[in-house]
């Protein structure tokens, strides 16, 4: 991967489709956030086409699935085959993978097969569709697993599209993607590098509160279009936390072409632009 070359490096974007042509949400959940995030079009592409994408932008992204076969009954993307894909188009994808909590230590022997073999940069986290709480002790063999090894682990904080306007939002609670649960991760694992993922309503402050007190928490953007991010978080972005926040879209549901041309209205500073779009995820990625 030729950092230097890259106009953005997205952090947060999903395989949603198997190559045998697995979905990793249930129809219901898929259509409704869809709905959610005003998807026009196709919103399920393969591994291969998300690499042809980010390649035509000079971008690279970060990919993962999101294991919460627990709490859902439906299989992930299988984190082997988004690896493999990684592997098969090195220049624009980088590696993630995702270990549903409640395998226990079996998902850390897992984990680290896909570190030692597949080498994959790190760990998606989706509290509110996994069932979790992060600070939840059953998940700490994976935090010991991550910080080990180096790798990063990104947790989805605040609200989710997944399951909005479904009766019962489809069962997932909201509870457990406060941001405030993931400061005690920070506290017990110093050395973890986490990313909290996407402007965290409605515990935008905490996030930025945990992001300023933690030093190895960071903020990725991602999910929402940049025009409705609150004032706070554009504050933060352009001062005190300019070197630890990151640029992520949520492809598929949402495209870095639209997120980057509202970004281009914020009020931004550009000595800052080019750290959110690039420069502070090849860092804590290890690119440069």
Do not use: C
Not at 83 to 92: G, I, L, S, T, Y
Request: a negative charge; proline letters at 8%; glycine letters at 8%.
């Amino acid at each position: 991967m030729n950092v230097d070359q890259l106009t953005a490096l997205d952090v947060h974007t999903h395989a949603e489709v198997s190559s045998r042509g697995q979905a990793s949400l249930a129809d219901e959940l898929h259509e409704a956030s869809s709905a959610y995030f005003k998807v026009e079009g196709a919103r399920k592409p393969t591994l291969p086409e998300m690499a042809a994408y980010y390649r035509e932008r000079r971008m690279a992204a970060v990919v993962f699935t999101v294991d919460a076969e627990h709490a859902t009954g439906t299989p992930p993307v299988p984190n082997e085959e988004v690896a493999e894909a990684a592997a098969a188009h090195p220049d624009v994808l980088i590696p993630f993978a995702s270990i549903d909590p409640f395998r226990g230590k079996a998902g850390v022997r897992e984990a680290r097969r896909l570190v030692e073999e597949f080498g994959v940069k790190g760990f998606k986290f989706h509290p509110s569709i996994q069932g979790f709480f992060p600070n939840d002790r059953m998940a700490y063999g994976l935090y010991e697993l991550i910080e080990e090894t180096g790798t990063i682990a990104l947790f989805h904080t605040g609200q989710t599209g997944i399951g909005a306007g479904v009766p019962g939002g489809g069962g997932i609670r909201l509870k457990y993607s406060n941001p405030l649960h993931v400061d005690d991760v920070a506290a017990d694992f110093p050395h973890l590098k986490i990313i909290l993922a996407h402007p965290s309503f409605p515990w935008q402050d905490e996030a930025l509160a945990v992001a300023t007190h933690k030093p190895g928490v960071h903020i990725d953007l991602s999910g929402w279009s940049p025009k409705y991010f609150p004032p706070q978080l554009v504050q933060y972005a352009n001062s005190l936390l300019q070197d630890k926040v990151l640029f992520g879209s949520d492809y598929p549901v949402l495209t870095p072409d639209r997120w980057l041309a509202d970004f281009e209205k914020l009020p931004i500073k550009d000595s800052v632009r080019p750290k959110i779009l690039k420069d502070n995820a090849a860092r804590l990625l290890g690119l440069t």
